[in-house]
């Protein structure tokens, strides 16, 4: 078995041998065959062991064949033979993707199609005129008016006469959203790159946002963001999507049910976009049951400690020493960038599929981490300080080497340090107006109640309105990676003492 094994080899380097030509103008010149290998007694179980891993992993294809011939060879001739599991790492870089299939479109809820409603738009209209009056009774003249209508809010957008000076609305625009008196109203002024000012206004019908109409839109399907997030709808009716890798971090706050269908969002559409070569989760749930339907996954998406039954984590101090466990795989990997010479984890990828890492030094791919929490309240009471420090540490410098946090609470009695709140420039917060002190988005008590929220980002911040994706959808998801056959095992984060 061994030597047919060592045959097919063999064969493979004389046929790519044979497809080698010379640069045109040049003179071919003859090559010596490759050296024979002697492989030591001890080897050869290991050896053959192996060779028939590739086989069956169906790596010997395409170009991928000379690729790993070669690196094999090279581990042999050194004596360095590494090990099942990181050969079977090898390959998951580069065939993950022609073994893996992704979830269909199908496995989500298809809703009735959304159509504006007559008598919404005569209320709009109406509404128009009423709130041309109020500018009109301040003093301001508006000279064009356009009208968006949304799934959940519509927007005015208001052109004012020459010479108007936005900064009289600095003052006004408590008064006029007074005399509106329409619950959830906002006004944006100046609109970002338009000499207009924006009104926002709730539809009295809610709508369903579901996300199996973000996922199948082309804005979706053809991003080259590296980890693609598809939340919502602007209040104009444009689809709210973001990298999560160009955040890097995320804070969440908002109710219980709230927070856990945005968690899902975040979940499912990377797990749409990515395969389990690319991606890992750490789940941290003190509730014990929002992060239950990922169960099913776990050899494909989800890490954990090496000495743990469960990946998903319940348990406070459990939640604490895995935290400390990143915190050493996040030094792991910076030792990796520094020896391979590159400052980010898509540099470094990059070069090790290129085969420009030498394995035996240690080098191997690294997939993206994502790290959700939920309920961070329940971590703090538990645990103290010490969760909010070391996710502080984490936060600080992962995103480098592909590591991302995801951050949900629902207390609103929760003090956050400053240095916390430093490296979470993005917060999301649904409806609640005592979140402004922890959070410092404004705006959070003229919210909608069904999922609207608003995501600031430095200091802008923009009204979305959120999707929905029902547990059932989640599982069906998590029901078809879970059948497949992949090759692909837990992900092991590194051991810590305690």
């Known amino acids: 078995m061994c030597m047919k094994l060592f045959s097919l080899f063999k064969r493979i380097f004389k046929k790519k041998k044979s497809e080698e030509k010379p640069n045109l ?9 490759r050296e024979r290998i002697s492989v030591p007694k001890e080897h050869f179980e ?45 390959c998951a870089t580069n065939n993950n993707r022609s073994t893996y299939k992704f979830p269909t479109i199908d496995l989500l809820r298809q809703y009735p199609d959304w159509k504006v409603d007559e008598k919404l738009v005569r209320n709009l209209i109406s509404e128009k005129d009423k709130l041309l009056q109020i500018f009109s009774d301040y003093g301001i003249q508006i000279v064009n008016v356009t009208l968006t209508v949304g799934i959940a809010g519509s927007f005015y957008e208001l052109v ?26 906002r006004i944006i002024s100046p609109i970002p790159n338009k000499s207009a000012i924006g009104v926002e206004v709730p539809n009295n019908k809610e709508q369903i946002n579901p996300l199996r109409s973000l996922i199948a839109s082309r804005k979706f399907q053809v991003t080259k963001s590296h980890l693609p997030v598809a939340l919502g709808y602007t ?14 971090h995320l804070l969440v706050s908002g109710a219980s049910v709230q927070c856990k269908n945005l968690l899902n969002l975040l979940i499912t559409s990377l797990l749409y976009k990515k395969s389990p070569s690319q991606l890992k989760f750490v789940l941290i749930d003190p509730s014990r049951i929002e992060f239950a339907v990922y ?21 406070a101090r ?12 996040m030094d792991f990997r910076f030792a990796l960038l520094k020896s391979a ?34 309920s961070f ?3 703090i009471l538990t645990v103290g300080g010490e969760m909010e420090s070391v996710l502080a540490d984490i936060a600080q410098l992962a995103h480098r080497v592909g590591i991302h946090l995801v951050v949900a609470t629902h207390s609103r009695k929760l003090n956050l340090t400053d240095r916390f709140k430093t490296y979470f420039h993005v917060r999301m917060t649904f409806k609640d107006s005592d979140l402004l002190e922890i959070y410092d988005v404004l705006g959070t008590n003229r919210m909608m109640d069904s999922g609207e929220l608003l995501n600031q980002r430095g200091l802008d911040t923009i009204r979305v309105q959120c999707a929905f994706v029902d547990t059932s959808e989640v599982a069906a998801v998590t029901e078809f990676i879970s059948n497949q056959q992949d090759g692909s095992e837990v992900f092991l984060l590194p051991k810590v003492d305690d």
């Open 46 to 90: 290991e050896v053959s062991r192996m060779l028939a891993f590739i086989t069956e992993n169906g790596v010997l294809s395409g170009t991928n064949k000379w690729r790993f011939a070669e690196d094999f060879w090279f581990v042999v001739k050194n004596h360095k033979v590494l090990s099942e599991n990181k050969l079977g790492e090898l």
């Open 295 to 315: 169960a099913k996954i776990e050899r494909q998406f989800l890490a954990k400690l090496p000495d743990e039954d469960s990946a998903i984590v319940t348990d």
């Open 341 to 374: 010479r590159v400052m980010h984890v898509d540099d470094y990828n990059e070069k090790f599929l290129d085969q420009r890492l030498d394995l035996a030094q240690g080098h191997r791919y690294m997939p993206y981490i994502v790290v959700v929490v939920d």
């Open 377 to 379: 309240e329940d971590l």
């Open 160 to 185: 004012p006469a020459p010479g108007f000076r936005f900064s009289k609305m600095k003052y006004l625009g408590n008064d006029i959203l007074f005399s509106f008196s329409v619950w959830g109203t």
């Open 235 to 248: 209040i104009t009716n444009d689809h709210f999507m973001f990298d999560l890798t160009r955040m890097p």
């Open 25 to 33: 103008g040049q003179t071919a010149e003859p090559k010596k065959d």
């Open 318 to 329: 459990k939640a604490l020493k895995t935290l400390e466990a990143l915190k050493k795989e």
